[in-house]
């Protein structure tokens, strides 16, 4: 089974900068893609960026221009670097993959999510 753990929320004030990691482990194929959700309290769950093996990326209108997703292959991990934050990106952030696993000598396609790390600006 494909595990994801999380790793640099936090407090910030607005304006400020935070940069999550996210780095998968078990017995990994592939990785097609991965990607940072986020859910706010009494919201529903949403795409922040997804970004692919081939390095194509995806964001949230609510965040281009401040949020940058990068990903490292050989480490299975990705990133957000997330500048300019304001209130509204209050929420517990998520990881998602989806990819191919070995699994009893063969592949099989899996979608993991992490514990979720919380993010909070504020001053």
């Known amino acids: 089974q494909v595990q994801l753990v999380e790793s640099g929320g936090g407090l910030v004030q607005p304006g400020g900068s935070l940069r999550l990691s996210c780095a998968a482990s078990?017995?990994?194929?592939?990785?097609?893609?991965m990607g940072w959700y986020r859910q706010a309290p009494g919201k529903q769950r949403e795409l922040v960026a997804a970004?692919?093996?081939?390095?194509?990326?995806n964001y949230a209108d609510s965040v281009k221009g401040r949020f940058t997703i990068s990903r490292d292959n050989a480490k299975n991990t990705v990133y957000l670097q997330m500048n300019s934050l304001k209130p509204e990106d209050t929420a517990v952030y998520y990881c998602?993959?989806?990819?191919?696993?070995?699994?009893?000598?063969?592949?099989?396609?899996?979608?993991?999510w992490g514990q979720g790390t919380q993010v909070t600006v504020s001053s």
């Open positions: 078990g017995s990994i194929f592939s990785i097609y893609a």
């Open positions: 998602n993959a989806e990819g191919e696993e070995v699994v009893a000598g063969s592949l099989t396609d899996f979608g993991s």
């Open positions: 970004i692919t093996s081939g390095g194509s990326t």
